[in-house]
């Protein structure tokens, strides 16, 4: 096995799916992972399976998001890589819309991210080393029909993944943006068994996040975008 670069974890907006794939391929090479969401209670099993240390907290705040990583400091050192997979869906016609519902979904998703990587640059800089991985979504790049929320949410969440790559990147620190394009496969949604490979296997994405971690500074990819084989262009 190649030896992994990074010692420490911090996944924001921890659930099922892609953070606990992430958290077992992390914890099974040596790394030290904390997971924050804003109920833990979902992340008892998955503490108890990997050790991983769990925070409550509400990306969507500065002094909540600071105070996450204090917290996590304190459990795993200062966390060397950053997931951020929190994200806020609302979905509904155009015109009716909650607008104060559309501020927080856009806050969950996008200024989350920004509170986050922020926090995560201040501590990484000074030892020129880290990575900051945003997960991302078809929204991203193509918004749906009453889906306007999450659409603005993604949207702004990989221009920010573009803006922080380019600046982060001569220090060292390595921010990439995942889209993952299609609904990922989970214990609320199984496989049908009809349709193979429709859904996206979590272990095969977090595999990914694993693959550009391990990656050389020379060649570091920016973007990701992740798809069923089965989908239609």
Sequence with gaps: ??????????????GPGLSTSLARQLTA?????????????KLNELAGETGARTFATDAAQPASVAALFDDAASAIGDPEV???????????PLTELD????????????????LVSQQAAKRMIPHGHGAILFTGATASIKGYAQSAAFAMGKFALRGLAQSAARELGPKGIHVAHFIIDGAIRSRMRQEDPAKPDATLDPDAIAQSYID???????AWSQEIELRPWT???
């Design 231 to 233: 989908e239609s262009f």
């Design 82 to 92: 950053v997931v951020y997979n929190a994200s806020g869906r609302l979905r509904g």
């Design 29 to 41: 090479r040596g790394v030290k992972v904390a997971l924050a969401a804003r109920n833990i209670d």
């Design 99 to 114: 607008p104060v519902a559309v501020e927080q979904a856009i806050a969950i998703s996008a200024y989350g991210g920004f």
């Design 212 to 218: 550009v971690l391990l990656q050389h500074r020379s």
């Design 1 to 14: 096995m190649t030896e992994f670069p990074y010692s420490s974890a911090l996944i924001v907006g921890a």
